[in-house]
T-cell receptor, first 110, second 117 residues
Framework: DAKTTQPNSMESNEEEPVHLPCNHSTISGTDYIHWYRQLPSQGPEYVIHGLTSNVNNRMASLAIAEDRKSSTLILHRATLRDAAVYYCILRGGSQGNLIFGKGTKLSVKP | DTEVTQTPKHLVMGMTNKKSLKCEQHMGHRAMYWYKQKAKKPPELMFVYSYEKLSINESVPSRFSPECPNSSLLNLHLHALQPEDSALYLC????????????????FGPGTRLTVT
């Protein structure tokens, strides 16, 4: 399974945008970039995913580099409820298993 | 409805007990998964079922026995567990597994917090 690299932790202020980076230099052409988050004491929650083009949904935006070796999850206005561990995961290959790395722990300050 | 339900929410069992964890989804998903998550660690994949057949067993000890009675239900039978098996057990589902899986999101249940005494 292809690997991703994320910062261990990030801090943000409430109501400000947050850009969470992810590097995936060994991504293959068929790997989708998935983002999930896990709030304290809850199961992981799907956030967004994409292949090549930038994607938007009600939760976030996903910006994918032209060479696909990196991506950025954008939360447009952070709230206290966005404090969570955010996981960037490549999903593809012959099995498509969702394999979690360490993720980025996002703290949001009021 | 994108809900995956898991019961029980909490479970305490002795090392000689037999218990089962249950998971259910009604999204018509044909792939279901069990993950194990220790405190402050990411979830680790245990089993994958695709079209009710076991497709992946990530070298999980035999004291964990999965079962998929139908396309909506997934069970995890527990027997003779050890204290180090205490963890959060997560169930998930997605539309499909395999080569086409990347295009599909995966939905997780809230987990069962298991304590083995």
């Amino acid at each position: 399974d292809a690997k991703t690299t994320q910062p261990n932790s990030m801090e943000s202020n409430e109501e400000e945008p947050v850009h969470l980076p992810c590097n995936h230099s060994t991504i293959s052409g068929t790997d989708y970039i998935h983002w999930y988050r896990q709030l304290p004491s809850q199961g992981p929650e799907y956030v967004i995913h994409g292949l090549t083009s930038n994607v938007n949904n009600r939760m976030a935006s996903l910006a994918i580099a032209e060479d696909r070796k990196s991506s950025t999850l954008i939360l447009h206005r952070a709230t206290l409820r966005d404090a969570a561990v955010y996981y960037c995961i490549l999903r593809g290959g012959s099995q498509g298993n969702l394999i979690f790395g360490k993720g980025t722990k996002l703290s949001v300050k009021p | 409805d994108t809900e995956v339900t898991q019961t029980p929410k909490h479970l305490v069992m002795g090392m000689t007990n037999k218990k089962s964890l249950k998971c259910e989804q009604h999204m018509g998903h044909r792939a279901m998964y069990w993950y194990k998550q220790k405190a402050k660690k990411p979830p680790e994949l245990m089993f994958v079922y695709s079209y009710e057949k076991l497709s992946i067993n990530e070298s999980v000890p035999s004291r964990f026995s999965p079962e998929c009675p139908n396309s909506s239900l997934l069970n995890l039978h527990l027997h003779a567990l050890q204290p180090e098996d205490s963890a959060l057990y997560l169930c998930a589902s997605s539309q499909a597994w395999g080569r086409a899986a990347g295009v599909y999101e995966q939905y997780f249940g809230p987990g069962t917090r298991l304590t083995v005494t």
